[in-house]
């Protein structure tokens, strides 16, 4: 639930600055702060969380 969290919280720290990251940059801050996971393990914690993925963010952004 931990890094459920730290990634949302990645993701909405990052998603200002107009650049979407995707599941790969999201481990790779991930493995910068000391927690190691794969990027399958971020899209898993990503989809059960309901985070759309960088894609899906930005196109919903741009929808409005």
């Known amino acids: 639930y931990r890094v459920a969290l730290l990634i949302q919280q990645i993701i909405e720290e990052h998603e200002g600055s107009g650049h979407y990251l995707t599941d790969a940059e ?24 309901r985070i759309l993925s960088s894609r899906w963010r930005e196109r919903a952004r741009l929808i409005g």
Do not use: C, D, F, P
Request: proline share 0%.
């Open 26 to 49: 999201i481990a790779q801050k991930l493995a910068e702060m000391g927690i190691h996971i794969a990027r399958r393990t971020v899209s898993k914690y990503r989809n059960r969380h």
